[in-house]
């Protein structure tokens, strides 16, 4: 049998011994609870300016504010309490990467793509300053994660931590091929590998790799991690275009089909035994976010946001969700109860 065949069984599987796709146990308090896509709030519009020069591009949240990057090359900063945004940073080099930790927030100029985007060197930033420029590791930079003391950076030459305090790298592992998603916890670093198909991870502290799971259809395009599970989504190009949420153990098994919907997944994140995933349909009409629990969906998945379209960043606090996509024909930052 071969590893797709296996893989598939395998899904298949996990899938099975359940009455229906969505049975699984009620949704613990929380799940889509206050979820009310007709309270969708506008953080942030680029209008009037270009949606194609302009448009919001990544998007993470600290403690008290949503952060994100836009085309232009600028950085915003608001309070999740309210007020006006504020320019944090300018003149960056296509940020088009974010993660937070331990109060900072960090991106990567990663430059313009192109057919030589591999080969250029990035520059990893800090909401407190530069952490580091160039070099080898920070060749065609594609993901970011962050551990309180150290930024992970996964670009087309290795897996690379970079330290906050000194600003030292580290080498973790090999290039990551094609990354669609990366998450980290205390002991490993996660990612979906587009090229091979697979869900991957390698261990901190011995640079053990493992494949943790293999998702039936195009891995593609997000993952998180909570407890001891990994959460990622997939593409089914059959007729019409389904978008899969799964997840599998941290030290790897079998995938589990949690939920799926016609049309192409963008984000993805994970909070408090709730799962929160974006699904932008095709033919293009309104892009959808969705909850249900961690075990699976009872019944449909709770529909949580509608708009034109949604982005490929998505967060969660223990209030809302926030995401950036188009409103009223412009690039926007949004979020919606939770």
């Not at 929380?30 to 990544?58: H, I, K, M, Q, T």
């Not at 003149?91 to 990567?108: C, E, L, Y």
């Not at 990551?176 to 901190?204: F, H, K």
């Not at 259809?217 to 989504?233: H, K, N, Q, R, S």
């Amino acid at each position: 049998m071969t590893r797709r065949a296996a893989a598939a069984a395998a899904f298949a599987l996990a899938a099975c011994g359940r009455s229906g796709l969505y049975d699984a146990d009620p949704a613990p308090a929380g799940c889509g609870a206050r979820a009310n896509p007709g309270a969708l709030e506008v953080l942030y519009s680029d209008r009037p300016r270009s949606l194609d020069d302009a448009a919001p591009v990544a998007l993470v949240l600290d403690d008290t504010r949503v952060w994100w990057t836009d085309k232009t090359g600028d950085v915003y900063r608001r309070a999740k309490a309210g007020g006006e945004p504020s320019r944090a940073a300018t003149g960056q080099d296509h940020p088009s990467v974010m993660a937070a930790a331990g109060g900072r927030v960090f991106w990567a100029n990663v430059g313009t793509y192109g057919s030589d985007f591999a080969g250029k060197e990035a520059s990893i930033v800090s909401s407190s300053g530069e952490l580091a420029a160039g070099g080898a590791e920070l060749k065609g930079v594609q993901r970011l994660a962050a551990w309180e003391d150290a930024v992970v950076v996964a670009s087309s030459t290795a897996l690379t931590s970079v330290s906050v305090a000194t600003g030292r790298r580290t080498l973790l592992g090999p290039a990551v091929t094609m990354p669609t998603g990366l998450a980290v916890d205390a002991q490993s670093i996660y990612w979906m590998d587009r090229r091979n198909e697979d869900v991957r991870s390698v261990d901190r502290a011995v640079g053990t790799e493992r494949v943790v799971a293999v998702p039936e259809g195009v891995a593609c395009c997000a993952l998180a991690i909570e407890g001891a599970d990994v959460f990622f989504t997939s593409i089914d190009y059959a007729t019409p275009v389904r978008a899969r949420l799964a997840s599998a153990p941290k030290g790897g098994g079998p995938a589990s089909l949690l939920a799926e919907q016609a049309g192409f997944p963008t984000g993805l994140a994970v909070a408090d035994g709730c799962v929160y995933w974006a699904v932008n349909p095709t033919p293009a009409a309104s892009g959808r976010i969705y909850t249900c629990p961690v075990a699976g969906c009872t019944g449909a998945p709770v529909l949580v946001a509608e708009g034109p379209t949604i982005g490929a960043s998505l967060a969660v606090d223990g209030e809302h969700v926030y995401f950036t996509g188009v409103h009223d024909g412009a690039g926007a930052v949004m979020r919606v109860p939770r």
